[in-house]
C-alpha cells in the first residue's frame, strides 16, 4: 500500500492580459517546487435569480395536462404507487 500524498491548497487568480506575456506572484511556500500552470479562459456565469419572472404566456403549469386525465381513475390515485411497488417487488 502506498502512503499518502498530502497536496497543498491550491492557488487561483484571474487576470486580462494586456499581450502575450503572464506576470504573476505566488504563495512563498511554492518557491522551489514544481509547479502545473494551467490558463483557461473564464466565462461569465450567468446570475441565479430567484425572483426571476417567467416568460410571458407561462404562469402556470397547473392544468396544462387535463386534456389527457381519465375522470373515472381519479379515486385509485391515492393508491396507485401503493399497489404497483407491491406488484413490482411482492416475493412470489
Same mark, same amino acid.
Given at each position: 500500500?502506498?502512503?499518502? %500524498?498530502?497536496?497543498?491548497?491550491?492557488?487561483?487568480?484571474?487576470?486580462?492580459?494586456?499581450?502575450?506575456r503572464?506576470?504573476?506572484?505566488?504563495?512563498? +511556500?511554492?518557491?522551489?517546487?514544481?509547479? +502545473?500552470?494551467?490558463?483557461?479562459? %473564464?466565462? @461569465? @456565469?450567468? +446570475?441565479?435569480? +430567484? @425572483?426571476?419572472?417567467?416568460?410571458?404566456?407561462?404562469t402556470?403549469?397547473?392544468?396544462?395536462?387535463?386534456?389527457?386525465?381519465n375522470?373515472?381513475?381519479?379515486?385509485?390515485?391515492? @393508491?396507485?404507487?401503493?399497489?404497483?411497488?407491491?406488484?413490482?417487488?411482492?416475493? %412470489?
Amino acid at each position: 500500500m502506498s502512503a499518502t %500524498q498530502t497536496y497543498p491548497q491550491a492557488y487561483r487568480t484571474t487576470c486580462i492580459p494586456t499581450d502575450s506575456r503572464l506576470v504573476t506572484s505566488i504563495p512563498s +511556500e511554492y518557491i522551489g517546487q514544481r509547479l +502545473e500552470i494551467i490558463v483557461f479562459p %473564464q466565462y @461569465e @456565469e450567468p +446570475e441565479y435569480n +430567484e @425572483e426571476k419572472q417567467p416568460k410571458a404566456g407561462l404562469t402556470k403549469a397547473r392544468g396544462g395536462l387535463r386534456k389527457y386525465a381519465n375522470p373515472n381513475l381519479i379515486p385509485f390515485e391515492k @393508491e396507485a404507487w401503493e399497489k404497483a411497488a407491491v406488484k413490482k417487488y411482492a416475493k %412470489q
